[in-house]
């Protein structure tokens, strides 16, 4: 026995169709559900967002302060020599890193930072070094402050991980420049 | 004999329809389950107890920084280290000492503000970890130069720790403080590396004659998250002395 099922066109294409979109809803489903699990369970920690677009001006002026640094430490080492113009370059090294750093994070966020100098040490070592170290203090309490106000993560680990070294040169600094140990580490911040 | 039909009850679209409608719902409720393995097994097999789930919030930081301060004023007052120091150093461990316990009172008010249980006791862990074992070699050495040593390597530990938990924390205004406290550790580190290596051709990263790396007051641009590792303890058979390896408090040893 043969069997013939006639449709007409109209109803053959609004079936087509639907069966289409239930198929594509069905899998649109299946792919979005894990997602949605993942995400329940994250919101739930409150995961705090690696990058937010409104740090961006307080980074910038982060950056602005490593090159006016870079800067003030290229004055320094002019007339250094030695032992001392190795360490000195090494710092000024640092903070070179520093802004790159920073520029590398914002892109094309970032600005033209400033490249005056904050200071012209000059005189002795010890001299220098205090002016010196003074300066990586403010610098470090800048930073930190800047931490506790911005959002994103990543910049926040940023931050962190220059403000530890900029505590080391400012200890280091300030025990070249004739402070004790103990006067050395206690901080100013 | 040949039928003609317009409607059929079961067409074979409504069955692609109906197939497609039961493979999706299938999947949803296959995600939503939970994974067992079904492999087959002979003989008893003991039943596995799921681990508490703990999160590492903020308080949680908080008490373990607790617990590695706690920790690093009881090494740096450890007989061990007290009864090696030389003259010189000796009032400047006990200064740093002394500042490990008042960041205790520090780290108590911020708890006390998040309705958080203040942690008085050091890391079991990592005493047990490396904490003991590092005052133990210090003891067997008798070498004074151990004291500055391991002074310089807990407080590396330390600022290290409170840079590491600058990532994990959520509140940003505690992040801030976190790194306050870190800082002062940094110094401190700082000072008892130049007491090692001191003046300005200590600064960077060196190896002596021997091509034995020197202690640097400035070894890195950024701050190291890497284990910090400290040389300690008699000269054993071969030359060479122990190398105690520190690292930053993980999942395992945060104080929850």
Redesign the interface.
Known sequence: MDTHQVESPDMSMTTRRRLIASLLAGGAVVAAAPLFAGHASAADNAAPPHRDAADNAALNACLDRESRMVATYRKAIAGLTENDLIAMTLILDHHIAYAHALKGYLAVEAITPSSAPLASPTGSLAGIARQLATLEDQTATIHTNTIGTIKGLDAATLLASIVTVEARHAAALELIAGASPIAAHATAY | ??????S?PI?R?TM??SS??L???S??LA??SSAKPSVARIGESPTTVKLEDL?VTDVVLLRTAMSMETMAAAMLTDSAVTGLASKDAA??IA??AA?HISHLEDLRVLIAARNGSAYSETNTKLMQAYGQPALDLVANGKVEADVLALMHAVETLI??T??YF??LT?E??L???L??L???S??????S???IN????G??PANDKDGVPLVA??P????SLSAVQVALGPVNDTGTRATVLMDTPSLNSLIY
């Open positions: 004999m040949k039928q003609t039909s317009t059929s067409s679209r692609l329809r497609g409608a493979v999706a719902t999947a949803v995600a939503c999160a009032p400047v200064a740093f500042d600022a290290a409170y840079q600058v990532s959520v940003p205004a992040r801030a403080d790194v306050r870190g800082g002062r940094s110094r401190r580190s700082a000072v590396a130049q007491l001191g003046g300005t051709g600064f960077a007051t400035l890195g641009a950024f701050g």
